[in-house]
């Protein structure tokens, strides 16, 4: 019997469809335990959503995307950054970006 807060396959490519609709992001990475393979039943699901322009608010986008996937029954984790921005906190050490872009898988990237 499948658990309907499971994190599949199948329910991580509606997310990611969800999110580039929602907001045209120049790159979406996700991270942590779900890439890794070692995932369970209490995970969520880390997303990193790269911006390709500077915003007022990332956090105020994290919040209206993650109102946005309510029906999906996955916790996440969503960050929202400018690639700019990324770029200047990428190395930065104890930072969670710099293990998002070490040991992340970009899933989306627009040209």
């Known amino acids: 019997m499948s658990n309907k807060w499971a994190i599949t396959p199948e329910k991580v490519q509606t997310i990611i469809q969800k999110i580039i609709e929602l907001s045209q992001p120049r790159k979406i990475i996700l991270f942590g335990s779900y890439i890794r393979g070692n995932s369970h039943l209490n995970s969520d699901l880390d997303i990193l959503i790269v911006t390709k322009d500077e915003m007022e608010s990332p956090r105020k986008e994290s919040v209206r ?3 946005a996937l309510k029906g999906t029954h996955i916790s ?6 400018s690639e700019s921005k990324l770029k200047e906190l990428a190395n930065v050490p104890y930072l969670i970006y710099k293990e998002a872009i070490r040991h992340g898988k970009v899933i ?3 040209i």
């Open 65 to 67: 995307i993650r109102h």
């Open 76 to 81: 996440m984790d969503i960050l929202v950054i």
């Open 108 to 110: 989306y990237e627009s």
